[in-house]
């Protein structure tokens, strides 16, 4: 065999290693946008409908997707559908990837899909404590959420307000927080979107009725924040300054024993605000991608019941713990199973 046809066969063996390697590779499941406008138009009701449910404005959420994962394109978002830079964190028990950031292979949370992302990221700013003054501004006040941000320590990078504003005020994002329903972005980078009045709210028997804004009074601050909100699929309001029981029953259509009933406390409870009242019935676990909880200093499980919109009764015996006991801080709550009996 010449030197010449002994090579060949080789040659096709690594090519067709080669060929098998790149059939292993996983199926990327975000999008690939590559460009602001196209991220836009593909995200844009994730982000309005994620507003609607947790108060986190659509704009800060769209250009948070756009800067933390390059419209898209980053390593993080096509291989974890991770759009928002969130790493693990205490308590994170779902999928991961590794990834050099300001320390070497940090972990980062991995979603099943971009919508999953997209949830976890709310939820990550309205239930994080540090990010709980944000939720007392002004919805439509990006600068002051994209200033608080920084001021939480949500990133390192010192410019990080600046660049979220700038991202908003250039593609116009600020009209997604207004209540309207925006039009398709147009293809040119800085077009700015057109909008339409939102279509009038009707009053339904099956559900409280939906209010679009109220203001709250927080110290020395008024805040506008969504009437009616939603978690784990059960509607809620936050008390404001002003707010009896008498008022909210009739605003909602709500018997006597209702708001006590939902909110597992006696019917001559006193009303404060800030506080969070269920206008339905808790559920007996916490909804999808809520698998635990770890218990700060301080914590009750009244309090992480109401958190999650879960039955105090159903908490309990979930973590087989008897009527009474409380948690210690670091302890992992179970919100979806029973906690194993070892």
């Known amino acids: 065999m010449t030197r010449k046809t002994y090579y060949i066969p080789l040659i096709i063996l690594l090519i067709a290693l080669a060929s098998c390697r790149s059939l292993r590779q996983p ?24 507003m609607k449910r947790t108060g986190v404005p659509a704009s800060i959420t769209l250009a948070q997707g756009m800067l933390e994962s390059d419209y898209g394109r980053s390593t993080l978002a096509r291989s974890g559908n991770n759009h928002f830079g969130i790493k693990c964190h205490n308590g994170w028990t779902g999928p ?20 999953e992302s ?8 309205r239930t994080g404590s540090r990010y709980s003054f944000l939720f007392s501004l002004d919805p439509s006040d990006y600068k002051g959420w994209a200033r608080g941000l920084k001021k939480a320590g949500y990133a390192t990078d010192p410019k990080y307000a600046d660049l979220l504003i700038r991202k908003i005020e250039e593609y116009s994002l600020y009209n997604f927080d207004r209540g309207y329903s925006v039009a398709s972005v147009k293809t040119q980078e800085k077009a700015v979107a057109k909008t339409i009045a939102p279509a009038p709210v009707t009053r339904q028997s099956a559900a409280p009725p939906p209010v679009r804004e109220s203001e709250i009074s927080f110290g020395d601050v008024m805040a506008r924040v969504p009437r009616v909100m939603e978690n784990n699929r059960i509607q809620y309001i936050i008390v404001k300054d002003g707010d009896t029981k008498e008022k909210i029953e009739k605003e909602f259509n709500l018997l006597k024993w209702e708001l006590a009933r939902y909110n597992e406390v006696k019917e001559d ?25 770890i218990a700060a200093a301080g914590d009750t499980m009244y309090m992480i019941s109401q958190k999650y919109g879960i039955k105090l009764k159903s908490l309990l015996e979930m973590n087989r713990m008897g009527e009474g006991k409380e948690p210690v801080a670091g302890q992992k709550i179970w919100l979806q199973n029973v906690k194993p009996a070892n």
């Open 27 to 50: 199926v990327v499941s975000t999008p690939v946008t590559g460009t602001a406008s196209e991220y836009i138009n593909t995200y844009k009701d994730l982000a309005v409908k994620e």
């Open 118 to 125: 997209y949830r976890d990221h709310s939820d990550f700013l």
């Open 96 to 115: 991961s990837i590794r990834k050099h950031d300001d320390r070497r292979n940090e972990c980062f949370r991995k979603y099943k899909s971009t919508e």
């Open 269 to 293: 409870f006193v009303l404060f605000p800030g506080q969070v009242l269920y206008l339905q019935t808790k559920r007996d676990k916490a909804e999808a991608g809520n698998e635990f909880y």
